[in-house]
Nanobody, 124 residues
């Protein structure tokens, strides 16, 4: 079992930056591929970024490329999502997710564990 707790969301203006964190419980965190998803009101979960357990493979949604960076610190059981140049369309609840495998996926159904989410609101 893995429990995930996100933090770092908030209300910012367009062009600002935020760094989201997700702390995982459990001693096998380094065995999990991790991802960030987001969900805007009335929409499905949308893939944002993912990272392999060894930190050597990442994947980004087109909307995140060049602006967002995913990283992880296995010693701290934590992953991060650095978000720069935020836009109003980035407004959503952001969730981190974990899957017990090396291979990352962009599919929400591929992740076994989810956090409760953190709200990010970007005003224009």
């Amino acid at each position: 079992q893995v429990q995930l707790v996100e933090s770092g969301g908030g209300l910012v203006q367009a062009g600002d930056s935020l760094r989201l964190s997700c702390v995982a419980s459990g001693r096998t965190f380094s065995s999990y591929a991790m991802g960030w998803f987001r969900q805007a009101p009335g929409k499905e979960h949308e893939f944002v970024a993912a990272i392999s357990w060894s930190n050597d493979h990442t994947s980004y949604a087109d909307s995140a490329k060049g602006r967002f960076t995913i990283s992880r610190d296995n010693a701290k059981n934590t992953i991060y999502l650095q978000m720069n140049s935020l836009k109003p369309e980035d407004t959503a609840v952001y969730y981190c997710a974990a899957r017990r495998t090396y291979k990352i996926t962009t599919l929400a159904a591929g992740y076994e564990y989810w956090g409760q989410g953190t709200q990010v609101t970007v005003s224009s």
